[in-house]
Nanobody, 121 residues
Framework: QLHLVESGGGLVQPGGSLRLSCAAS????????MGWYRQAPGKQREWVAV???????NYADSVKGRFTISRDNAKNTVYLQMNSLKPEDTAVYYCQAYIHSPDSSIPQGYWGQGTQVTVSS
């Protein structure tokens, strides 16, 4: 069974940095797009960043220039380096990956359980 496990969240002061990780485990043929979403209290989940299997990246305007998404295919892991954090970045951060596994004939989308990021002084 496939799992995505996030780590790296926590409490940080405004202007600080955090690095989130999300590792996929289980029977995996290929991993295609990997991305990060976030959900603040009382708000809908919003897209943050995506990285393709060809390492092309794209970012939401709200994080562009501050966040960097990367991946390590050998470790089936996606990262989100978050710099110059602001209180409005406070949210639960979720990773998502499209994975082709032996359990399905086509790639399926999988979600991690989420990790809390709190930016506060």
């Amino acid at each position: 069974q496939l799992h995505l496990v996030e780590s790296g969240g926590g409490l940080v002061q405004p202007g600080g940095s955090l690095r989130l990780s999300c590792a996929a485990s289980g029977s995996i043929f290929s991993i295609y797009n990997m991305g990060w979403y976030r959900q603040a209290p009382g708000k809908q989940r919003e897209w943050v960043a995506v990285i393709t299997s060809a390492f092309s990246t794209n970012y939401a305007d709200s994080v562009k220039g501050r966040f960097t998404i990367s991946r390590d295919n050998a470790k089936n892991t996606v990262y989100l380096q978050m710099n110059s954090l602001k209180p409005e970045d406070t949210a639960v951060y979720y990773c998502q990956a499209y994975i082709h596994s032996p359990d399905s004939s086509i790639p399926q989308g999988y979600w991690g359980q989420g990790t809390q990021v709190t930016v506060s002084s």
